[in-house]
């Protein structure tokens, strides 16, 4: 079966770095997407890693370990506005399926 | 970036009718298109693939015959809840399948479904 979990809650200060973990065990593994999700809204892309390793985009930036099955979202200089639920989703097979993950809402506080 | 609509965008019925939701890609072609659900606080839950020309593929646990899926072109698929009752209230989300770029799926302003 597919198995994916993150934390479900984090709570950061403005300006800080928070780092949202995520574990997965998949069959069929293909690679691992994080989605921002504002409340009431459909999830908006963040990133998507298929290697190992570290990639940034300005302030985020997301980090894959096949082996370890792990992945971590890395947000930088957090803003309000970043107080949203972060999803990963594994993608599976060859149809691209999704499998997501319980999701973390992080909460930015002053 | 590819463009995926849904209409509409909320919904409110009374229990025991049907409503149809409609999933567009507006500026490509998707072979494939996704249907979830969201419960609040929940994360999205995939409860069929919806492939053009063909049956669509359900997750264990969903009903076929009371969430009725059409994939009739490469640009729309559309769900219907069938004899909709108030546990059936939830937020819809479809998405799209593009194959031509990286980030192969896209997903739909989704529909907040509430059954009185």
């Known amino acids: 079966g597919q198995n994916i979990d993150q934390p479900t809650e984090m709570t950061a200060t403005e300006g800080a770095i928070v780092q949202i973990n995520c574990t997965y065990q998949?069959?069929?593994?293909?690679?691992l997407f994080w989605y921002q999700q504002h409340a009431g809204e459909a999830p908006t892309f963040l990133s998507y890693?298929?290697?190992?390793g570290l990639e940034e985009k300005g302030r985020f930036s997301s980090f894959l370990s096949r082996s370890k099955g792990y992945s971590y979202l890395l947000l930088k200089e957090l803003q309000m506005k970043d107080s949203a639920s972060y999803l990963c989703?594994?993608?599976?097979?060859?149809?691209?399926?999704?499998?997501f993950g319980t999701g973390t809402r992080l909460q930015v506080t002053l | 970036g590819a463009v995926v609509s849904q209409h509409p965008s909320w919904v409110i019925c009374k229990s025991g009718t049907s409503v149809k939701i409609e999933c567009r890609s507006l500026?490509?072609?998707?072979?494939?298109m996704f249907w979830y659900r969201q419960f609040p606080k929940q994360s999205l839950m995939l409860m069929a693939t919806?492939?053009?020309?063909?049956?669509?593929?359900?997750e264990q646990g969903v009903e076929k015959d009371k969430f009725l899926i059409n994939h009739a072109s490469l640009t729309l698929s559309t769900l219907t809840v069938t004899s909709a009752h108030p546990e059936d209230s939830s937020f819809y989300i479809c998405?799209?399948?593009?194959?031509?770029?990286?980030?192969?799926?896209?997903f739909g302003p989704g529909t907040r479904l509430t059954v009185l």
């Open positions: 998949t069959s069929g593994f293909n690679g």
């Open positions: 989703a594994a993608t599976t097979g060859t149809a691209s399926k999704l499998t």
């Open positions: 998405s799209a399948h593009w194959t031509s770029g990286r980030h192969t799926q896209y």
């Open positions: 919806s492939n053009e020309g063909s049956k669509a593929t359900y």
């Open positions: 500026d490509f072609q998707a072979t494939t």
């Open positions: 890693n298929v290697l190992d």
